[in-house]
Nanobody, 124 residues
Framework: QVQLVESGGGLVQAGGSLTLSCAAS????????MAWFRQAPGKERDFVAA????????NYADSVKGRFTVSRDNAKNTVYLKMNSLKPEDTAVYYC?????????????????WGQGTQVTVSS
């Protein structure tokens, strides 16, 4: 069992920055690839970014490339999502997810463990 707890969400103006954190516990963190997904009101949950278990491979949704950066600290059992140049369309609940294995998968169904989510609201 892996427990995931997100933090760092909040209200920010367009063009601003936020860094989300996801603290993991319960199993060996470095055995799990990690990802961030988001769900806007009335929409399906979408892939945002993923990082391999070693941290040497990442994937990003086209909508966030060049603005968001995913990283991890295996010593702290934490994955981060640094979000710059935020836009109102980035407003969503952001979820952290974990999957056993190396690959930084972009497929939601490949992730077995999920956090409760943290709200990010970007005002125009």
């Amino acid at each position: 069992q892996v427990q995931l707890v997100e933090s760092g969400g909040g209200l920010v103006q367009a063009g601003g920055s936020l860094t989300l954190s996801c603290a993991a516990s319960g199993r060996t963190f470095s055995n799990y690839a990690m990802a961030w997904f988001r769900q806007a009101p009335g929409k399906e949950r979408d892939f945002v970014a993923a990082i391999s278990r070693s941290g040497d491979s990442t994937n990003y949704a086209d909508s966030v490339k060049g603005r968001f950066t995913v990283s991890r600290d295996n010593a702290k059992n934490t994955v981060y999502l640094k979000m710059n140049s935020l836009k109102p369309e980035d407003t969503a609940v952001y979820y952290c997810a974990a999957r056993f294995g190396q690959s930084a998968s972009i497929v939601e169904s490949s992730y077995f463990y999920w956090g409760q989510g943290t709200q990010v609201t970007v005002s125009s």
